[in-house]
């Protein structure tokens, strides 16, 4: 069956920028998370949704960082202004239980120049 | 916060041998121990899991041990094969807000096995 899926799989922004990572989880899944993988590390964890919910946002490196849920499916994360140190892979994961195993998407690579 | 030491970073192992992956945790509150395959531009995929109240578990050619009061547990690959190469993460979770997961990473073992 279909996986989780990111778009857009590659992205460059100019310093400054604002930019949309798009997030479709495996169909009903309740929860879905975010995390940030830089280059030779393990992913780290931004934030949690629970259907539409956000019940954690503890990992958001700054308030240029925003995610949401509105329907409880597909999510967005968006960073504005983006920084050099934004550059990184973004996954998404989504779980149909709670808690139960996470299922990670592709990721999208962004590249901040 | 939740903190894990991955180690070796990089493991080169000859076909058909066997590979040994160690990982250290700090909260003693942790108690699920997932471990993921990353190949190079894909996502993380799980490959086997072990929960607190469990010591030791197998599927096929791969195995996770758990030391609860030493706070490490371990992934083992037996008869290795070129398509094991691979980066492995493990990762320890506590309980959130809305009884999901929050799973904090290691750093990651470059496997690489030479035919």
């Known amino acids: 069956g279909a996986g989780v899926s990111q778009s857009p799989r590659y992205k460059v922004a100019k310093r400054g920028q604002d930019v949309a990572l798009r997030c479709d989880p495996i169909s009903g899944h309740v929860s879905l998370f975010w995390y940030q993988q830089a280059l030779g590390q393990g992913p780290e964890f931004l934030t949690y949704f629970q259907n539409e919910a956000q019940l954690d946002k503890s990992g958001l490196p700054s308030d240029r960082f925003f995610a949401e849920r509105p329907e409880g499916s597909v999510s967005t994360l968006k960073i504005q202004r983006t920084q050099q140190e934004d550059s990184a892979v973004y996954l998404c994961a989504s779980s149909l239980m709670m808690p139960g195993t996470q299922y990670f998407g592709p990721g999208t690579r962004l590249t901040v120049l | 916060g939740e903190n894990v030491e991955q180690h070796p970073s990089t493991l080169s192992v000859q076909e058909g041998d066997s590979a040994v992956i160690k990982c250290t945790y700090s909260d003693s509150a942790s108690n699920y121990f997932p471990w993921y395959k990353q190949e190079l531009g894909k996502g993380p995929q799980l490959i086997i899991d072990?929960?607190?109240?469990?010591g030791e578990k197998k599927d096929q050619r791969i195995a996770v041990t758990l030391n609860k009061t030493a706070k490490h547990f371990s992934l083992h690959i037996t008869e290795t094969q070129p398509e094991d190469s691979a980066v492995y993460f493990c990762a320890a979770s506590i309980r959130m807000t809305g009884s999901a997961r929050q799973l904090t990473f290691g750093s990651g073992t470059q496997l690489t096995v030479l035919p």
């Open positions: 072990i929960r607190s109240n469990v």
